[in-house]
C-alpha cells in the first residue's frame, strides 16, 4: 500500500512537472524566435545601410561569419553570399522572402533551406536600388537560446522532483502508518480512518465470534476428553495411515503400553500382534471386524469401524473392552455345562442299562431287589443332583424367595448334627458340637444349607474311627461356625479349586457326592456375606470355618 | 516437499513395525508347530515367510524411492540406511523360521525331558526378536541392548542342547536321523537369535550413529 501511494503520488508530480516543462519550452520557443526574428531584422537594417553607402566593399570588408548573408540583384541573381560562391547559387528571385521584399520593401520566411539543409530563419529586405539583402539564420540559434533559457529551469525541476520524492515517501509513509499500527487482534473502537470504520468493526466483531467458537471447541473437547478418560473401554481413533487421532487412556492400558502416544504415532507401534493389525486393516478397507486378543492371560476384544464421511473413507475407530473376566466366566460355564451333562449322564446310563436287563426277562426274580435298588440309588442321586443345581442357580440368580431373620446357629448345628447320625454311625465317625448360642443374620435355609454341606462333607471324607467336631461361637468379627475333621484332607494344590463346580480332589467319584456341595456353600455364604476359609492338610483332615457378618445392633 | 518426506519416513516405520511383527508371529508359529507338531502352525509359518519376504521387497522399494527423490542428510539418512539393514536381517529370521516349521513336519519332538532345553531355547529366541522389533517400535536404547545380552543365553543354551543330542545319540542311534534334524532347528534358533542381535545393533546405529560393532 505505501509503495502504491508512493507511486501514485510521484506519478502525479512527475507528470505535473513533465507538463509545465513542455509549456515553459513552449513559450519560451514562441520568445525567442521573435527574438531571433527581430535580431536579425535590425541587422539586416544595419548592414543594409552599409551596403546602400559603400556597396559590394562593405560586404566583402569582414563581416561577421555567425549569420549568412545574402545579396541577392533586382532580376534575382544572387550577387554575394559569405557562405556560398555566389556565381554557382541559382536564381533567388522566386524564394518566398526575397519575393516579399521586393514586393513589400522587407519579407521574413522560415523554411528548410536546400543550400544549408537546415531550418532556417530569413530576413530580407529592399535597397533602395530594388537589389534585395537578405540575412539567415538556422532555427539551431532558437534551439540553443531556449536550452541556455532552459537550464536553471530544469535544475528547479530536478530539485521539485527530488523534493517530491521525499514527500511521498514520507506522505505514503504516514498515511500508512496508522492502518498499520491497527491490532488486528483486538481493534480499538477508533478506527484511524473514517472509511476504515466498517472494516475494523467487522474484523472485532468476527474476532469475538472466533474466539467463541474456540472456546466452545475448547470445551466440547474437554467434555469429550472427560467422558473418554472416565470410560473403562478403550478407544482409538485412526486415520488412514493408521496414525493415532484421539485416544484414551484406558486404551493405553488395556493395550499394555506404558508411555505416552507421540504426535502422529502409528497405532501399530502400540500392538503390533496379528489379531489386532487384521482388525486395523480390515477397518481402514472399510470393513468392520471384531477380534479376541489373549496375551498372559488377559483378554481383550477389540471392534474395528471404519469411518466415512462424505462417502470416503477416512479412518477408523478402534474400542478395546477388557473382557478377561466374561472369558473366563464363559469357560467355566462351558466346563459347568460339559459337567453337568456328564453327571447327568453316569446315574442315567446305569438306569437305562439295569432297567434294559430287567425288561429282557434276564433278571433271576431273586435278584430283582437288587437291581430295583441300583435304580432306585442311581434316581435318588440324579434327583440329589438336580436339587442342588436348582439350589445354585437360585442363589447365582440371587433371588431366593426367603426372609431375612436371625438364625440361632447353635441350635441349628444340633439339629443338623441329628440329621447326620445316621450317617456319621455307618462311618463310624463321632460327631460333637461344642461352644454355645451366637447369632447371624440370614435366611435360614441357606445356613442350614451351607452348614449342613460343610458337616455332610466332613463325615463324608473321614476315616472310620474319626471324629467331626462342630464348634460354635460368638466372635468379635460375628457368629462362627468352624467344621473341623479327621478326614483325609485336601492336597494343597487343590485347595483353591475344590470350591468349583463339580471339582472333585478324587477323580475315581468313589465317594459318591455330587461334587457341588462346597459350591453351594461358596455361593450361599457370598449371598449372605459370609466368609469361608479353609485349613487343610492331606492325611490328618480339613478345617472350614464359617463367619457370618456382625448384626448390627 | 518436507512434509512429504516425514509422512513416507512413518510410512516406513510402520511398513518395518509390520515385517517385524510378520517374523513374529513366523518365529512363534514355528516354534510351537516344533513343541506341539502342529502341522497348521508350521503351514502358517510358511505362510508368514512368503509375506515378509512380500514386505521386504515393498520396504526397499520405498528406500529406495526416499533415498532418491528426497536425498535424506544426517539422522534420516541413519534411519533409511538401518532399515535397509534391518529387513535382509528381518527376511533371514522369516526365513529360518520357515525352514524351522518345514523341519517339524517330519520331526516329532521326542518325549523327554532331555530335549526341554531346545523349548526354552526357542522362547529365549522369540522373546529375542520381541525385544528387538520392540527396541525399534519404541527408539528404546536400553531394550536393543539388552537383546546382545540375551544371545550370550542363546548361544549358552544351544550348547547344551547340542550335548543333550549327543548323550541322546550315544544312548540310542535309533534316534539318529531325529537327533540331526533337532540339531539343524537347534541351529536355526541361534542363527535367528544372531539376527535379532543385527536388528537391535541397526536400532542402536540408527538412534546413536555409532555401530555397536565399532567399538
Same mark, same amino acid.
Given at each position: ?16 512537472? +513533465? ?273 479376541? +486378543? ?87 442321586? +440324579? ?28 441350635? +441349628? ?141 | ?15 518395518? *513395525? ?8 513366523? *518365529? ?8 506341539? @507338531? ?69 520331526? @516329532?519332538?521326542?518325549? @523327554? ?11 529365549? &529366541? *522369540? ?26 543365553? &542363546? ?10 543330542? *549327543? ?25 535367528? @537369535? ?22
Amino acid at each position: 500500500m505505501t509503495k502504491r501511494i508512493f507511486r501514485s503520488i510521484m506519478a502525479v508530480s512527475l507528470s505535473v512537472l +513533465l507538463a509545465s516543462l513542455v509549456l515553459i519550452v513552449g513559450v519560451l520557443y514562441g520568445y525567442f524566435q521573435d527574438r531571433v526574428t527581430a535580431e536579425l531584422a535590425q541587422s539586416t537594417a544595419y548592414i543594409a545601410r552599409g551596403v546602400e553607402s559603400q556597396g559590394m566593399d562593405y560586404l566583402s570588408g569582414g563581416l561577421p561569419e555567425d549569420r549568412r548573408i545574402t545579396w541577392i540583384g533586382a532580376g534575382g541573381e544572387v550577387l554575394f553570399d559569405n557562405w556560398q560562391t555566389a556565381a554557382d547559387m541559382e536564381n533567388h528571385g522566386e524564394r518566398e522572402e526575397v519575393h516579399e521584399a521586393m514586393l513589400l520593401g522587407r519579407g521574413t520566411a522560415s523554411r528548410y533551406s536546400s543550400t544549408l539543409s537546415q531550418k532556417t530563419v530569413y530576413y530580407a529586405l529592399r535597397l533602395s536600388d530594388g537589389s534585395v539583402l537578405r540575412l539567415a539564420d538556422t532555427q539551431y540559434s532558437v534551439w540553443v537560446l531556449v536550452l541556455q533559457a532552459m537550464q536553471p529551469v530544469a535544475l528547479m525541476m530536478l530539485l521539485a522532483f527530488c523534493l517530491a520524492l521525499w514527500l511521498a515517501g514520507r506522505v505514503s509513509r504516514q498515511l500508512v502508518e496508522p492502518i498499520n499500527a491497527i491490532d488486528l487482534n483486538e481493534p480499538g473502537d477508533e478506527a484511524p480512518y473514517e472509511e476504515l470504520s466498517p472494516l475494523i468493526g467487522k474484523i472485532r466483531s468476527q474476532n469475538r465470534q472466533i474466539q467463541r467458537q474456540v472456546e466452545t471447541l475448547r470445551q466440547r473437547r474437554e467434555e469429550f476428553n472427560a467422558i473418554t478418560e472416565n470410560m473403562s473401554e478403550g478407544l482409538l481413533v485412526i486415520d488412514q495411515e493408521t496414525r493415532v487421532l484421539s485416544h484414551n487412556s484406558a486404551a493405553l492400558k488395556l493395550l499394555g503400553c506404558q508411555r505416552p502416544v507421540e504426535e502422529g504415532e502409528s497405532v501399530l507401534a502400540l500392538d503390533r500382534e496379528a489379531g489386532f493389525r487384521r482388525c486395523v486393516e480390515e477397518a481402514l478397507a472399510g470393513r468392520r471386524r471384531e477380534e479376541l +486378543l489373549e496375551r498372559d492371560g488377559e483378554c481383550r476384544r477389540v471392534f474395528a469401524s471404519p469411518v466415512e464421511q462424505d462417502g470416503v473413507q477416512n479412518g477408523a475407530v478402534l474400542i478395546v473392552l477388557d473382557v478377561t473376566e466374561k472369558e473366563q466366566r464363559e469357560a467355566l460355564r462351558r466346563e459347568f455345562t460339559a459337567n453337568v451333562s456328564h453327571e447327568l449322564k453316569t446315574p442315567l446310563t446305569s438306569i437305562l442299562g439295569t432297567a434294559e436287563i430287567l425288561e429282557n426277562g434276564l433278571v433271576k426274580p431273586e435278584d430283582i431287589p437288587h437291581f430295583a435298588g441300583n435304580i432306585h440309588r442311581e434316581a435318588q442321586r +440324579l434327583i440329589g443332583l438336580v436339587n442342588d443345581i436348582i439350589k445354585l442357580s437360585r442363589l447365582d440368580e440371587g433371588s431366593p424367595a426367603a426372609q431375612w431373620e436371625a438364625v440361632d446357629l447353635y441350635r +441349628l448345628s444340633r439339629s443338623i448334627l441329628d440329621q447326620l447320625a445316621v450317617a456319621a454311625e455307618k462311618k463310624q465317625v463321632t460327631m460333637t458340637l461344642e461352644g454355645g448360642s451366637a447369632l447371624a443374620r440370614g435366611v435360614p435355609q441357606i445356613v442350614e444349607e451351607i452348614i449342613y454341606n460343610l458337616c455332610d462333607n466332613a463325615v463324608a471324607y473321614n476315616h472310620a474311627g474319626g471324629s467331626v467336631t462342630v464348634t460354635v461361637s460368638d466372635t468379635p468379627e460375628g457368629g462362627r461356625v468352624t467344621v473341623r475333621d479327621t478326614g483325609i484332607g485336601i492336597p494343597r494344590e487343590a485347595q483353591g479349586r475344590v470350591f468349583e463346580r463339580f471339582y472333585r480332589v478324587d477323580k475315581s467319584h468313589s465317594s459318591g457326592g455330587t461334587g457341588l456341595g462346597l459350591s453351594i456353600v461358596k455361593h450361599g455364604a457370598a449371598y449372605l456375606g459370609a466368609q469361608v476359609t479353609l485349613e487343610s492338610e492331606p492325611g490328618k483332615g480339613s478345617t472350614f470355618i464359617l463367619t457370618f457378618p456382625k448384626i448390627a445392633e | 516437499m518436507r512434509n512429504k518426506f516425514d509422512e513416507q519416513l512413518e510410512k516406513l516405520h510402520v511398513e518395518l *513395525i509390520q515385517m517385524g511383527a510378520l517374523c513374529e508371529d513366523a *518365529i512363534s508359529a514355528a516354534a510351537e508347530a516344533l513343541l506341539k @507338531g502342529d502341522e497348521e502352525l508350521a503351514q502358517a509359518a510358511i505362510e508368514a515367510e512368503r509375506e515378509i519376504d512380500q514386505a521386504e521387497r515393498e520396504v526397499e522399494n520405498l528406500c529406495m524411492k526416499l533415498l532418491l527423490q528426497q536425498q535424506p542428510v544426517a539422522r534420516d539418512l541413519r534411519t533409511i540406511s538401518s532399515a535397509l539393514k534391518m529387513i535382509s536381517d528381518l527376511e533371514r529370521i522369516g526365513d529360518q523360521a520357515a525352514d524351522i516349521a518345514d523341519l517339524t513336519r517330519h520331526v @516329532g519332538l521326542p518325549n @523327554g525331558s532331555g530335549m526341554l532345553h531346545i523349548a526354552d531355547m526357542a522362547r529365549a &529366541v *522369540i522373546g529375542m526378536v520381541t525385544d528387538s522389533v520392540d527396541s525399534f517400535v519404541k527408539k528404546d536404547l536400553d531394550l536393543a541392548r539388552a537383546v546382545y545380552a540375551a544371545d550370550d543365553q &542363546v548361544d549358552a543354551l544351544f550348547e547344551q542342547v547340542k550335548q543333550e543330542l *549327543i548323550d541322546m545319540l550315544a544312548a540310542d542311534a535309533t534316534y539318529g536321523e531325529q537327533g540331526l534334524d533337532l540339531l539343524m532347528v537347534a541351529k536355526y534358533l541361534e542363527r535367528i @537369535g544372531d539376527h535379532a542381535t543385527n536388528v537391535a545393533e541397526w536400532v542402536e546405529y540408527s538412534l546413536t550413529g555409532v555401530h555397536p560393532s565399532n567399538n
